[in-house]
């Protein structure tokens, strides 16, 4: 079957085009043909380590690898049909479209191999393969900070720092979702681009700090490397808020152990595989299903091409999420 693999860590270049052999599933796994994967962040850190928080490219090698990366076949995310299940899998069939996210990456392929009880499930029906794909890295994690760390709430007031991108597209739609009053902040080029997935108001950051507006908001979740702080962001926040550091550093780390102590304003560390949940990708679905979510794909590109793919997500000029269309002869 055709793959890409990744045997140094580098520039987009290092991604090879090559063949690989067709995997067999196990008693409990499910053979999937892949239809779609995505080029997001996570892909870009397995290859590169590129957008590895300061501070944590010690963790980032025990994770992923010391010199080369652990994993072969990288793509965290497919979409595609079963195509094969083996003899004690119960939930899936042959023929089911399905979607996936997952650390075991593989996902730069024609088929590959998931165990039934992942993060994997029916993906939604009212949205193509590279839709599908385009939801999980990014919708999970700010589901997962939205609402299982930060517990947001109906009424409350929450900033999106890095509203445009892969994971700020789906925070904005989601704390809309949740009844939350939102703020988006971008570039000049995505204001209307956020405006348009609801945010009520949007900031432009090469015109405005956000942090020096006189307002205090629950939750500022910011997915943005470097750029802010809590210590810059506290003022900004109401007694009880939260400041969600989804693009955190060690700092971030030390931050939330020490506020978690207290009983007052709160910074929140972690997810990647902690939002990996089968439950939470159905939620996800239900949500899209009734049209109360949007899938955000800025461009597609096929496998072939997953160099360029990985450019363009690097270049900082994408809005949303990139996906990869894995062909089938
Ligand atoms: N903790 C976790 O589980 C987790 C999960 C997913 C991602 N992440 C991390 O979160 C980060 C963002 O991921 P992503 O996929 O959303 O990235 P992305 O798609 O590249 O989006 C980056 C966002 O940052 C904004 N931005 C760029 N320069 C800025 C600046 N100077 N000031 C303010 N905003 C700026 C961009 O706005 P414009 O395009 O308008 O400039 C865009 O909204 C990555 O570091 C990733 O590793 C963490």
């Known amino acids: 079957m055709k793959a890409v693999t990744c045997e140094q860590y580098g520039p987009p270049e290092v991604l090879k085009i090559t063949t690989a052999l067709k995997p067999v599933p196990k008693a409990h796994e499910v053979l999937i043909k892949i239809k779609a994967s995505t080029a997001n962040a996570a892909d870009c850190n397995v290859r590169g380590l590129t957008y590895v928080p300061p501070g944590l490219g010690w963790l980032a090698r025990v994770m992923l690898g010391f010199s080369k990366p652990k994993i072969n076949i990288p793509g965290s995310v497919l979409a595609g049909e079963v195509e094969a299940v083996g003899e004690a899998v119960n939930t899936f069939k042959p023929g089911d479209q399905v979607f996936w996210i997952g650390p075991e990456m593989g996902a730069y392929a024609a088929y590959a191999c998931r165990p039934e009880k992942g993060a994997l499930t029916l993906k939604p029906d009212n949205t193509t393969f590279e839709e599908a794909a385009a939801v999980p890295y990014g919708a999970l994690t700010a589901l997962y900070f939205l609402r299982e760390k930060a517990a947001i709430q109906s009424g409350q007031k929450v900033l999106i720092?890095?509203?445009?991108?892969?994971?700020?597209?789906?925070?904005?739609?989601?704390?809309?979702?949740?009844?939350?009053?939102?703020?988006?902040?971008?570039?000049?080029?995505?204001?209307?681009?956020?405006?348009?997935?609801?945010?009520?108001?949007?900031?432009?950051?090469?015109?405005?700090?956000?942090?020096?507006?006189?307002?205090?908001?629950?939750?500022?979740?910011?997915?943005?490397?470097?750029?802010?702080?809590?210590?810059?962001?506290?003022?900004?926040?109401?007694?009880?808020?939260?400041?969600?550091?989804?693009?955190?550093?060690?700092?971030?780390?030390?931050?939330?152990?020490?506020?978690?102590?207290?009983?007052?304003?709160?910074?929140?560390?972690?997810?990647?595989?902690?939002?990996?949940?089968?439950?939470?990708?159905?939620?996800?679905?239900?949500?899209?299903?009734?049209?109360?979510?949007?899938?955000?794909?800025?461009?597609?590109?096929?496998?072939?091409?997953?160099?360029?793919?990985?450019?363009?997500?690097?270049?900082?000029?994408?809005?949303?999420?990139?996906?990869?269309?894995?062909?089938?002869?």
């Open 161 to 329: 720092h890095g509203a445009s991108g892969g994971v700020g597209v789906y925070a904005v739609q989601l704390a809309k979702y949740f009844g939350a009053e939102v703020t988006g902040v971008c570039s000049t080029a995505n204001v209307e681009f956020v405006q348009s997935l609801g945010a009520d108001r949007v900031i432009d950051y090469t015109k405005e700090d956000f942090t020096r507006r006189n307002e205090k908001g629950d939750i500022i979740m910011d997915i943005v490397v470097g750029k802010t702080s809590f210590t810059r962001c506290k003022h900004a926040l109401t007694p009880k808020g939260y400041y969600l550091a989804v693009a955190g550093g060690l700092k971030d780390m030390l931050q939330m152990i020490r506020t978690s102590m207290g009983s007052g304003k709160k910074v929140v560390f972690g997810g990647g595989s902690e939002s990996e949940k089968k439950e939470y990708l159905d939620f996800l679905r239900t949500l899209i299903e009734a049209e109360k979510l949007k899938p955000i794909v800025d461009k597609s590109f096929p496998l072939e091409n997953i160099v360029e793919a990985h450019r363009y997500v690097e270049s900082g000029q994408k809005r949303g999420n990139i996906t990869i269309s894995i062909g089938h002869p």
